[in-house]
Structures are given as structure tokens and as C-alpha cells.
């Protein structure tokens, strides 16, 4: 049986990486199938060789994490698990030392969690028009709201402008109650969400009041040319390429757009192409406009998430 021992400064390390109950330390255990124990200031890893020094890595780089003032939680650890994996563990201070984007309502900062996500909010600050491709749970309509809010707070736009398509995902909008504003809210309710989080519902419901902050369905967006504002197109998966074409022309003097959605999920009729398709190919060339994917590895809900993405994929790819 291999033994390999990695050497931690702090007990408060120790502490953090073994977790509540040793749950931390019992997932990397099972993981790969080693023996994890704990002497002193260090921590000896038993079992087959190659097994031990994944988990030797895996450990390693949660303590990075730990030393940044990172929580482990479940996610963490089978993000780093999945670098160790893939050899690009050695990247893993491109998230750790990745800057805030802004602070919640609450005093949370909010911070890429993988490096996906990293380049993602990166590609937002440097380009005018930022495309975000992605599965579910990979942050791309909630880092885009949160560099919206930075980019308002810090008076570099005027307004923030929040859309989404109003495009039934197997119900029909005309059973909902009320008249074509409370039919709509359900729809943009992830962006309120956000926006709440970020800002605090008085505080977000005075800006929307002045008018700095709109949060409205796509077609409301036809005919206006949006100067001095920070624009989010969400579900971008569900504009037709009439509808893509026509947000993007919306775009007015000193503004950003970031347009997010998740080609899996698609519900538009039958016949009807994606605009967010369409764009992804038609823009790939285009100065100042990035297109950036985001994959499973960048999902930051709960894990069965991760999993459900990859058994959908793995199903794909059999057909």
C-alpha cells in the first residue's frame, strides 16, 4: 500500500478541509478509494499509487482554495477533483485569485467559482457584446447581472436592462391570470431574483421606479436604441433569428450587451431556428464581440446537477 503526506500550516485548515463530521474528507475517501487520517500538521493518504496521488492533489488544492478563504463544499470538491483529472490543476489559482465582481445586498462578494466562469466575466469587461453558452447552473445569467449592477454602481452605464423572450416551456401563456405584465413576470422572474440579491428588493424597486432598471419581455425592446445602458438578453436559446438580429441592433453609444442561453434547452416550436444558434455562428468572427462556453465542470448548484447534464449528454451523444 503507497503513503503519500501533505503538510498543512494551520489547524484551521484542517479543520475546513475535514469538513462537518469528516464529510469532506469522506468524499475524497470514496472518490478514490483511499484512507485519509489526519497527525498533527499533517495528512497522511493511503491506498493504490495513482489513487493516492490524485487525492494527494485533490487535497492540495482545496487547501489553495481554503488558504484563499474559500468554503469546501461538495462542488468544490469535485471541481478540483475534475482539474486533478484532466491534469489542469496547476490552474486552479485563476480562480482563486479571480476579483470580486460585486458585493450582494448582504455584504456576500461574489466571485467566479471556476475558471470557465473567470474568463466568462472576463470576456464581459472586455468586450461590448458578450455571448454566454452554457448549461444550466453554470452562473451565466447571474454573473451577467452582477457585472450589470458593478458596471451601474461604479456610473459607467446609466441603466441596467434586463430581457428574456416569452416562449411557454410546455404551457401556454394565456391560461396564466391577469393582464399581459403579470402574464410575463413569471417569465423574468430569475432576473428579479438576481437583481434582488444584488441589490435588495427596496433599493432595486426604487431604481425600477426612476426608470434606471427595466426589466421587461423581449418585445418590448423593438424599435428603441439603448445608449448608456448594460443590457442582458436571457434564454437567448428561444429568440427566433428575426428576434436575435433585432436586439442586437438595439445596441446605442457606450452600452453592453451579454447574451446568454443554453442550446439544450430549446422551446420553440417546431420548424422555428434559434436565434442564439444562428448568432453563435454568424458572430463568431466579429471584433468586440466573445462567445464564450461554459461547460458541466462550471455548474455551481447543487452536484446531481453536474450529473443530470452529463447523463443527458452522454444520452445525445448514443443517438
Known amino acids: 500500500m503507497f503513503e503519500q503526506t501533505v503538510d498543512i500550516e494551520r489547524i484551521e485548515q484542517i479543520v475546513n478541509l475535514f ?171 430569475p432576473l428579479y431574483d438576481a437583481l434582488f440579491d444584488m441589490m435588495g428588493a427596496e433599493n432595486f424597486q426604487k431604481c425600477q421606479e426612476r426608470g434606471d432598471i427595466e426589466v421587461a419581455p423581449l418585445a418590448y425592446m423593438r424599435g428603441r436604441t439603448l445608449d448608456d445602458s448594460f443590457i442582458i438578453l436571457d434564454e437567448a436559446q428561444n429568440t427566433t433569428t428575426e428576434q436575435m438580429k433585432m436586439f442586437l441592433t438595439r445596441l446605442g453609444f457606450n452600452s453592453k450587451a451579454v447574451v446568454t442561453g443554453d442550446i439544450t434547452q430549446i422551446d420553440l416550436p417546431d420548424g422555428k431556428k434559434s436565434g442564439l444558434k444562428d448568432a453563435v455562428r454568424i458572430l463568431k468572427n466579429v471584433d468586440d464581440i466573445a462567445i464564450h462556453y461554459l461547460t458541466g465542470r462550471d455548474v455551481v448548484r447543487h452536484r446531481l446537477v453536474q450529473e443530470i447534464i452529463k447523463a443527458y449528454e452522454r444520452s445525445a451523444e448514443k443517438k
Open 19 to 189: 469538513g462537518n463530521f469528516d464529510e469532506n474528507i469522506k468524499r475524497i475517501e470514496k472518490k478514490y478509494s483511499v484512507i485519509i487520517t489526519s497527525f498533527g500538521s499533517q495528512i497522511k493518504i493511503k491506498g493504490d499509487v495513482n489513487d493516492v496521488m490524485n487525492a494527494a492533489r485533490t487535497v492540495e488544492g482545496l487547501i489553495t482554495m481554503i488558504n484563499k478563504g474559500e468554503q469546501i463544499t461538495d462542488q468544490s470538491i469535485e471541481y478540483v477533483a475534475s482539474l486533478v483529472e484532466d491534469g489542469e490543476d496547476g490552474k486552479l489559482s485563476a480562480v482563486t485569485d479571480a476579483n470580486c465582481v460585486c458585493i450582494t445586498s448582504k455584504g456576500k462578494p461574489v466571485k467566479p467559482k471556476t475558471i470557465g466562469q473567470r474568463q466568462y466575466v472576463e470576456a464581459i469587461k472586455q468586450n461590448t457584446i458578450t455571448i454566454g453558452v452554457g448549461p444550466a447552473g453554470t452562473g451565466k445569467t447571474y454573473l451577467a447581472v452582477a457585472s450589470a449592477v458593478s458596471a451601474f454602481r461604479a456610473k459607467q452605464v446609466n441603466r441596467i436592462i434586463l430581457t428574456r423572450p416569452a416562449v411557454e416551456a410546455g404551457e401556454k401563456l394565456g391560461f396564466l391570470p391577469g393582464d399581459l405584465q403579470q402574464k410575463v413576470d413569471p417569465y423574468l422572474r
